[in-house]
């Protein structure tokens, strides 16, 4: 298996929710093991600020699909959550990116690994720290990248 990292966004339809449910079916998707869930972070959103602020985490996934295997099992589970795409960066009940998968760099049509805007969104950052503080982001571990932008804005849920 191989380790790939994901990140969970919701906007809609009880966001905290949709989180916790996409967190448990990370662990159903087949050949797959959910290792790590974050914390869940709330944020204003990024971007257009008409729409509601964000739930956020991030998982690390023990895999055996390739990352197009897996990013097509992500994406059929944000169709579950009825993801209707209205306008670009507008509201969604669940956003699943592929962040990070093991030795893999890639610009793919469907796919840029690592995901191009991890190190600018501490949403993302922020989370992936928490479970994988040693990665690196080219020279730079995510921990110092993380400290480097800061929780402005974030606030950490209780875990329960
Ligand atoms: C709309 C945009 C850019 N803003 C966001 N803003 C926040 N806080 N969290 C997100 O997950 C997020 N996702 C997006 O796609």
């Known amino acids: 298996p191989r380790l790939a990292y994901i990140g969970l966004g919701s906007n809609l339809d009880d966001p905290e929710h ?7 079916e990370l662990e159903a998707l087949p050949l797959t ?7 869940l972070y709330r944020s204003a959103p990024m971007g257009p600020q008409d729409q509601p602020p964000f739930i956020n985490a ?22 579950r959550h009825r993801r209707v795409r209205r306008r670009h960066w507008g509201p969604r009940t669940l956003d699943l990116d592929l962040l990070l998968y093991e030795g893999c760099r890639a610009r793919w049509p469907r796919l840029t690994l ?41 606030q950490r849920l209780a875990s329960q």
Do not use: K, W, Y
């Not at 949709?18 to 448990?24: D, G, N, S, Y």
């Not at 197009?68 to 059929?76: I, K, P, R, S, V």
């Not at 994988?132 to 800061?150: F, H, I, K, N, Q």
């Open 18 to 24: 949709q989180v916790r449910r996409a967190l448990a």
């Open 33 to 39: 093991r959910l290792e790590a869930g974050s914390p």
């Open 58 to 79: 991030v998982a690390r996934l023990a895999t055996q699909l390739s990352p197009l295997a897996l990013l097509d099992q992500l994406q059929a589970l944000e169709q």
């Open 114 to 154: 690592p995901h191009p805007g991890i190190a600018e969104r501490n949403f993302v950052l922020v989370p992936l720290a928490d479970i994988a503080p040693d990665e690196r982001l080219g020279d730079t571990p995510v921990s110092g990248l993380a400290r480097a932008l800061g929780r402005d804005g974030l």
